[in-house]
């Protein structure tokens, strides 16, 4: 763990969590670094974010202090081939959410922390060392439809939007990484003590989580030895999706606060 007895201390705050998507890979590594909180993790057939109706039957049972944000339709392959539905999730049904939040926010007369997990996906993907402040234009569907959340998620007062990327050293399947696609992946488990960390925080606004610039091949080839190296333009013509070739990530912001030093600013 990262922060070990520090969360420990400060997990004080936010004692009932809504957290969406419970059951994927962020959710799960979130539930399992943090068990001195109530979570509440409905599944899509008792919490369906693309449905106002669900939502409201949901809110009108259940009070929470803060949302961790993480579903989302997040395999670009499906969201290029399904563009409707990557909409109706990504964009909508965060629209929905923070709709929800808001009214929810006037009957309980006060805040709601929002947590929102974006992607670097957002970024052109170009030139890599992207800060918060660098131009938002996706190569991709996923990345637009999440640009697009992003926009509803700033009509609250009290949120933060986490642009990242992340991937699980234990699970990964592929045989071939590319040696020049770039990016500041982090693992699961950074990420998700990350997002306790930022929760717990004062900060408001939009802000990178990542780690070193490596390639693929650099980043995966430590847990997987038998990583044959390859072209990213061979990944992206086996999938038929245009890939980032430097998505890389200014994450200095978020240094400033895992080292303690940042308590309030906006993004």
Request: overall charge positive.
């Amino acid at each position: 763990m990262i922060y070990g007895e520090l969360l420990k201390e400060k997990m004080q705050k936010y004692k009932k969590i809504l957290l969406t998507g419970a059951s994927g890979q962020l959710g799960t590594a979130i539930l399992n670094i943090e068990d001195r909180v109530r979570f509440l993790t409905p599944a899509m057939d008792i919490l369906d974010i693309t449905k106002t109706s669900s939502i409201e039957r949901y809110f009108k049972k259940h009070n929470f202090d803060a949302v961790i944000h993480c579903a989302a339709l997040a395999r670009m392959t499906e969201c290029e081939k399904d563009p409707i539905t990557t909409i109706e999730t990504n964009i909508k049904g965060t629209a929905n959410l923070v709709a929800a939040v808001i009214s929810k926010e006037g009957k309980l007369e006060r805040p709601i922390r929002f947590m929102h997990i974006s992607t670097d996906g957002v970024y052109p993907g170009t030139k890599g060392n992207y800060s918060e402040k660098d131009e938002t234009i996706p190569c991709n569907i996923y990345g637009w439809t999440k640009l697009g959340a992003e926009c509803a998620v700033h009509l609250l007062k009290n949120f933060c939007i986490i642009r990242t990327s992340f991937f699980n050293p234990d699970k990964i399947r592929f045989n071939n990484s590319a040696t020049d696609l770039y990016s500041s992946k982090v693992t699961i488990d950074y990420l998700a003590e990350a997002v306790i960390r930022l929760l717990e925080s004062e900060f408001v606004g939009t802000i990178n989580i990542g780690g070193k610039r490596q390639s693929d091949y650099e980043r995966y080839k430590k847990f997987k030895p038998s990583l044959r190296p390859c072209k990213g333009i061979d990944i992206s013509k086996g999938i038929g999706l245009k890939l980032a070739k430097d998505a890389s990530l200014n994450y200095r912001q978020w240094k400033k606060i895992e080292r303690g030093l940042l308590k309030t600013t906006n993004g």
